[in-house]
């Protein structure tokens, strides 16, 4: 078969345990879990929270809100950001912690972030030019963690003149 040249992204998520993260991460992580009871999940039964904290330091959190028309439904990581972005449009989110509770209530689960949350968090990136460092709690008590969201989103769309 016939060479190509290649184009190679590598994509690298570091495994934190629990302990050796700061107290800012682990506040948030704590926040984004105090959301995830609150979620209005009533058709997945999957509940997600996600707390976020701002270059000021202000944090806030939403969760997943689902709809009976289900495309309605929206994320909580789009939910928080877009919700966050309209109050404090100055303000550069700087990292976003996520977790979930399986479907089945039997405990947390792995969550990352969907595809469309993955290009509302690179809008946000282009906007003040910087990564969002993301967060993604395990139920093994470690936590996933990436730099921005290229480690999530490779070969993303971000330029309409190109
Ligand atoms: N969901 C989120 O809120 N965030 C994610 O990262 C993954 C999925 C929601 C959407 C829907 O309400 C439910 O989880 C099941 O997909």
């Not at 709690?137 to 936590?143: H, I, N």
Request: proline fraction near 6%; aromatic fraction near 8%.
């Amino acid at each position: 078969m016939k060479e190509y040249q290649k184009i190679t992204h590598t994509n690298t998520l570091q495994v934190i345990p629990w302990n050796d993260l700061d107290a800012k991460r682990k506040d948030l992580i704590q926040l984004a879990t105090k959301a995830v009871d609150l979620a209005y999940a009533p058709y997945s039964n999957f509940r997600v929270g996600a707390a976020v904290v701002l270059e000021n330091g202000q944090t806030f959190w939403a969760n997943n809100q689902e709809n009976i028309c289900f495309p309605v439904g929206i994320c909580a990581e789009r939910l928080l950001l877009g919700y966050t972005h309209a109050n404090h449009p100055d303000q550069k989110p700087e990292i976003l912690a996520i977790v979930a509770k399986k479907a089945d209530n039997s405990g947390l689960a792995t969550v990352t972030p969907c595809g469309l949350c993955r290009q509302s968090i690179s809008e946000y990136e282009m906007k003040f030019k910087k990564p969002i460092e993301i967060l993604m709690y395990r139920p093994d008590g470690t936590v996933l963690q990436a730099d921005g969201i290229d480690a999530l989103l490779p070969f993303k769309f971000e330029d309409l003149n190109q």
